[in-house]
């Protein structure tokens, strides 16, 4: 069964049913279950004997976009002398449409069958739509092989509002008139056609829907016409602010950047004299470490020869003092800057404009902090160290090689 295209006949049956609609050749249970009926709101339009209406219309149901195209023609109910009740027909598409010229064809032939098959002296037969006796148009099925996109067309917004046009209703004028009329439903839910004078006077004396002849209708397209310059200049407006904008956001940011690579470029040559200067602090440190080692061995040395341990001790409490202030002053390596805290100082917000950047720069720092925390020599330490080592080991040397009438002064009474 085929759902994209499909007729609904539908009429007003008096008590119980009242109006009903059913649907043929297509459909599916989901449209079926959300489509508006197509009921006539008879305190604003109405059908008089020998009277017909078109329509046209919008409708979103089932998950499918709908136009439907649809003749209502005058027909009574059974027992009953109720004005403005009806038979009529729908030829309903679902995201397409086909040629304006076939589908008035195939919907004025499925009507004509329609009456001829369910009326009897204008009155309707049936009690229900699910009744009604229908027969299939011959180009029904040519209707799948000519069908076209409906562009720029909402049907998910309504707008509860109706235009009746009091034109000529032949298939050659209401050919015209539905090509158009697809542009005005951007403004109308449903627009009705019909060439009956006095279902135009009904209308217009209602006033609940708006009514115009056909060049009210020429002049409601060229007012929407009007309407759709005027929202492509907004449009493209808002498009050529949003451009502006967009080449300021990027003069800015390329600047912020920028600037950001120069501060990291002058921060890269500072630390890069500051590691080239703590290089040769390092060297210099190694010196005084062979120097003071040097100086060690000259006591030892005089020691041996001359024995005069007081002197030895002084001479080298001296070299240690001098040593322990010059390491003291030269230990400490300068920590170098790092890029990312030059970001985040000339930024405004650096968690939002650069949600990385701050993890980055902790991380960075606190690597840092603890391989400072877990190693750090201390120079004086270790020449204590090594001091209080050599001087055992003098000590040793002393008591082993030095003359006999000298020992005398180092042995305990």
Same mark, same amino acid.
């Given at each position: 069964?085929?759902?994209? !295209? ?26 079926? &279950? ?24 919008? #409708? ?35 995201? &397409? ?41 011959? #180009? ?51 627009? !009705? ?95 005084? !470490?062979?120097? !003071?080692?040097?100086?060690? #061995?000259?006591?030892? &040395? ?28 030269? &230990? ?26 701050? #993890? ?54």
């Amino acid at each position: 069964m085929n759902s994209t !295209y499909f007729f609904s006949a539908f009429g007003t049956f008096g008590n119980p049913n009242g109006f009903r609609q059913s649907f043929f050749l297509g459909g599916n249970k989901a449209i079926a &279950k959300e489509i508006r009926t197509f009921d006539l709101k008879t305190d604003a339009i109405k059908l008089f004997p020998q009277t017909s209406i078109y329509s046209i219309r919008k #409708d979103y149901a089932g998950g499918s976009n709908l136009i439907s195209y649809s003749v209502y023609t005058f027909a009574k109910e059974q027992n009953s002398d109720r004005g403005g009740t009806f038979i009529g027909s729908g030829l309903l598409f679902a995201g &397409k449409v086909a040629s304006e010229s076939l589908i008035i064809n195939t919907l004025n032939e499925f009507q004509d069958h329609l009456e001829k098959n369910n009326l009897s002296d204008s009155i309707i037969t049936v009690n229900h739509s699910d009744q009604f006796s229908i027969h299939k148009p011959k #180009d029904f099925d040519k209707i799948g092989f000519n069908v076209r996109e409906i562009d720029d067309l909402s049907f998910t917004q309504g707008s509860n509002s109706y235009l009746v046009v009091y034109c000529e209703t032949n298939p050659a004028q209401l050919q015209n008139f539905f090509s158009q009329a697809i542009e005005l439903l951007n403004v109308y839910d449903t627009i !009705y056609f019909t060439q009956s004078h006095e279902i135009g006077e009904f209308v217009r004396q209602k006033g609940i829907f708006r009514i115009v002849d056909a060049n009210g209708f020429k002049k409601e397209l060229e007012n929407l016409h009007e309407e759709r310059i005027r929202e492509i200049k907004n449009a493209i407006a808002d498009l050529e602010r949003e451009k502006e904008s967009l080449k300021d956001e990027r003069t800015k940011l390329l600047e912020d950047l920028n600037r950001q690579i120069a501060q990291n470029e002058r921060r890269h040559q500072e630390n890069g004299a500051k590691i080239k200067e703590s290089k040769s602090g390092i060297e210099f440190i190694r010196k005084e !470490y062979d120097q !003071y080692s040097g100086k060690i #061995d000259e006591v030892i &040395k005089s020691l041996t020869s001359d024995g005069k341990v007081e002197t030895a001790k002084k001479r080298h409490q001296e070299n240690k003092r001098s040593f322990a202030h010059i390491i003291n002053q030269n &230990k400490n390596i300068e920590s170098i800057s790092p890029f990312s805290s030059s970001v985040a100082r000339n930024q405004g917000n650096p968690k939002n404009n650069h949600p990385y950047a701050k #993890d980055i720069a902790e991380f960075h720092s606190s690597g840092r902090n603890n391989e400072n925390k877990e190693f750090r020599p201390d120079g004086f330490k270790i020449a204590t160290v090594i001091l209080a080592l050599l001087l055992v080991g003098v000590l040793i040397l002393c008591c082993m090689w030095m003359p006999k009438e000298y020992s005398v002064v180092f042995t305990i009474p």
